[in-house]
């Protein structure tokens, strides 16, 4: 968690839409408790005019957390249940549908949670709720069923079906991250939807992590590792200031496993990459075939350093694989967010950092709490270049004591002599 700082303090001068609650289903607690450890402190410093008028009513809490859960029954069936009222509050409900370290007795058996369960928890909270809140905004940091957003043959379309879903609820919002095909909200048109990227955070820890970067197109490229992510990879680099390169997949289409046409090869568009250090953005790493593939190519081309960036790391066949790579010096960093569950073995991983998405997400609900544009909070590219700027100037700062401290000791030897 992130220390409170001066410039946490944004200006929002509009009355609050109403009483805010925060609701973390089960499996998102910590980030929940995170996120009301900002909006308690920034609400505690704030002063406004009107903070005496019933529109201001509740404005401070020791919490903004709803008392909520979902027990089960011994047979695996649930219910959502509230500890308190939620009659006019605008609540924003918090929900990872990937987080599979939740747990659940089902006739006597340890069942693990898919991501259909955390669904129909966050319907039965809704369902608590009983229309009686103001205005309902869920945030989905993974769009369930994100991976069929689109009808290929005689296949369901399950995540615009569950968008329409929710909205016939009466979820008014719905806040997602890098959705794998953002057209999909053409299912709910009346209903806001937002896909937010993780960009700055993804520059901030690059920076933090790494103190020897420069960053210009002769030493950095930004690498695409398919077509389907090429929108996401130029936006990035258009941040950075970079070029960029993709990889093509040629897929053997007539046979079909595990869901998808095998790989047969990649095919690189771009630049030389020889020398420079390579930074590759997806929206997930899943099993993390494709992406290792990617590395290895880069690196057979001459490539210095790997660095690999997506914000949901599932790692849906375990972390041993990467452990290689690494070891291999293949790759040299990976970085996820924290918007999907993460187990203490991947937090101790030396080529992982985690970038941490809480201070973000409170931001985002403070705002539309206040019924304010979030327009800034989704364009990363000033703070991105503030960011990147200070880094110069402190390796520039670094490079001249260095420079000063060698000249001393020479002038010393020198002396000796």
């Known amino acids: 968690m992130e220390p409170l700082e001066k410039h946490d303090k944004r200006i929002l001068d509009n009355a609050p839409f109403g009483q805010l609650g925060l609701l973390p289903i089960c499996g998102c607690e910590m980030m929940g408790k995170e996120i009301d450890y900002y909006l308690r402190n920034w ?36 219910k959502g249940v509230l500890n308190q009222s939620v009659r006019g509050m605008d609540l924003y409900i918090l929900v990872d ?4 370290s939740e747990t659940y007795q089902m006739f006597g058996f340890e069942n693990h949670m898919s991501p259909d369960d955390h669904f129909q928890n966050l319907k039965r909270v809704i369902a608590a709720v009983g229309g009686k809140a103001r205005r309902i905004t869920v945030i989905m940091p993974y769009l369930y069923e994100s991976l069929q957003s689109k009808r290929a043959s005689r296949e369901s379309l399950d995540c615009a079906i569950a968008l329409q879903e929710l909205v016939r609820m009466g979820v008014d919002n719905i806040i997602t991250f890098d959705a794998h095909d953002p057209r999909v909200q053409n299912a709910i048109p009346l209903n806001g939807f937002d896909t937010v990227s993780p960009t700055y955070q993804f520059i901030k820890g690059l920076l933090r992590s790494v103190d020897d970067l420069q960053i210009d197109s002769s030493h950095m490229l930004v690498i695409s590792p398919d077509e389907g992510g090429m929108k996401r990879a ?22 079909f496993v595990n869901g998808s046409y095998p790989i047969v090869s990649f095919e690189f568009l771009g630049s030389s990459v020889k020398d420079k250090d390579m930074i590759i953005i997806d929206d997930m790493l899943a099993s993390g075939d494709s992406a290792i ?20 790391g599932l790692f849906t066949d375990g972390l041993e694989k990467f452990d290689e790579a690494f070891k291999n010096g293949i790759i040299d960093k990976i970085f996820t967010t924290n918007l999907v569950y993460q187990p203490q073995e991947l937090l101790d991983r030396p080529w992982y950092y985690s970038c941490d998405m809480s201070k973000f997400i409170a931001y985002i609900i403070d705002t ?20 990147i700027e200070q880094y110069n100037l402190k390796r520039a ?6 420079s000063a401290g060698n000249q001393e000791t020479e002038s010393s030897d020198t002396a000796s002599a």
């Open 234 to 255: 130029v936006f990035f680099a258009n941040v950075l200031g970079l070029d960029m390169g993709m990889f093509y997949k040629r897929r053997d289409y007539t046979r």
């Open 43 to 78: 609400r505690a410093e704030r002063q406004h005019e009107h903070e005496d008028s019933t529109a201001f009513a509740g404005y401070n809490r020791p919490t903004y957390i709803i008392d909520s859960k979902v027990p089960r029954f011994g047979t695996g069936e649930a």
């Open 397 to 402: 700062k670094k490079s001249e004591e260095e």
């Open 97 to 100: 549908v990937v987080n599979y």
């Open 293 to 312: 593939e990617v590395a290895q190519a880069l690196k057979k081309k001459g490539a210095k350093r790997v660095f690999m960036c997506a914000t949901f």
């Open 368 to 387: 539309l709490n206040h019924d304010s544009s979030i327009s800034d909070l989704l364009d990363p590219v000033e703070r991105s270049w503030k960011s």
